[in-house]
């Protein structure tokens, strides 16, 4: 696969795109500016690499004329330097695919996750608040920020989540997050369970990629916003004013609702972003529908139906069915380390994507 028409294209645009940003018009339209500035940052990666590889062509030519000189001495230090830059180059190469592969726009976003309980009654809501730990850890390991939204909690006093909506306020969590999106399911022995059998429970999770204001409009005589008293725990002033919000989007039927915070200003502004985030989810669903085909390049953005992931706690694993992966490391998995399951799905996803541009 040639990949040099392609990168000269790019190194070309990031050089045209570097002048506009020196027009006195540009820099006077702070959009302009700012659209322009983004696309150069996406581009830079590319050009620098590029220039780093056409750099090592250089000098591996240079190293071959050396060699044609006659001269020993500067014949051995040219051979020298061909055995080490050789390997480079295929180095660069694959780096530079891998760079040229179709991005994930959504990549560099922080996301929304819902987790919700699913079949197997109280198992299945201990399982998303163990679902929803995991996270939290694995975000404590990365030293990401994550914000409550809401939560609905199990009434038997046991502890777990019939449902819990959170936020990761970080650049590019999506990258890494989309990978969770379907059905996971635990095999073990409830602690529900008098006579020691093991029980199948699922959760189901959803990874959406939080949106700016610009990406998703809405009416307000579009929406029904109601107040009402938080249930949930924050002592006795949340349990005593109307702070958390309910809003519904008339037209999709979409209801967010947020009681997390004590102000009703902060929910309102919470649910409000958390129902962009789902509209904008709405519209990504329609268009992975109607280009289904593209869909088996997209490990991270599957049918949100479809079960990926078994914890099977007698046998210490955990197996994500959609690339035949199993690791015999549950606990720690289950203390977020999630790091080698997450990298394992970016190759793979790399992978298909390779095998779709060649194709």
Request: aromatic residues 6%; proline residues 3%.
């Amino acid at each position: 696969m040639n990949i040099e028409p392609k990168l000269q294209a790019i190194e070309q645009e990031y050089f045209d795109i570097s002048k506009k940003l020196e027009d006195p018009e540009v820099i006077s339209n702070p959009k302009e500016l700012q659209n322009l500035g983004k696309k150069r940052a996406q581009l830079e990666p590319v050009v620098e690499k590029y220039r780093e590889y056409k750099e090592a062509q250089k000098s591996i030519a240079e190293a071959k004329e050396l060699i044609k000189s006659g001269d020993s001495d500067l014949e051995e230090l040219a051979r020298d330097e061909l055995a080490e830059l050789e390997p480079k180059i295929e180095n660069f190469t694959r780096d530079l695919t891998l760079l040229l592969l179709p991005q994930d726009p959504n990549d560099e976003k922080s996301v929304v996750v819902e987790i919700r309980a699913g079949t197997g009654g109280d198992e299945a809501t201990l399982f998303a608040a163990d679902l929803f730990r995991m996270y939290v850890r694995f975000c404590e390991r990365q030293r990401w920020k994550v914000e409550v939204i809401d939560s609905s909690t199990n009434t038997a006093g046991i502890g777990g989540y019939k449902e819990i909506v959170f936020r990761i306020d970080t650049k590019g969590a999506y990258s890494k997050m989309k990978y969770e999106s379907g059905v996971h399911r635990v095999q073990r022995v409830p602690v529900t369970e008098a006579s020691g059998r093991i029980h199948t429970s699922a959760a189901t999770v959803a990874v959406l990629p939080e949106v700016d204001d610009v990406e998703v409009e809405i009416r307000p005589e579009d929406l029904k916003i109601d107040t009402y008293r938080s249930s949930g725990a924050g002592g006795q002033h949340v349990n005593m004013t109307d702070s958390a919000v309910r809003i519904t989007h008339l037209p999709t039927g979409i209801v967010v609702t947020c009681q997390d915070e004590r102000s009703q200003i902060k929910n309102r502004a919470r649910a409000m972003s958390y129902l962009k985030t789902k509209l904008y989810d709405l519209e990504q669903q329609k268009q992975n529908s109607e280009q289904a085909s593209e869909r088996r390049g997209m490990i991270g953005s599957g049918d949100r139906s479809e079960r990926i992931r078994t914890y099977n706690f007698p046998q210490n694993r955990i197996t994500d069915h959609r690339i035949n992966l199993t690791l015999y490391k549950l606990e720690a998995y289950l203390d977020g380390d999630l790091f080698e399951m997450m990298d394992a799905m970016l190759l793979a996803e790399q992978t298909q994507k390779l095998q779709d541009l060649e194709s």
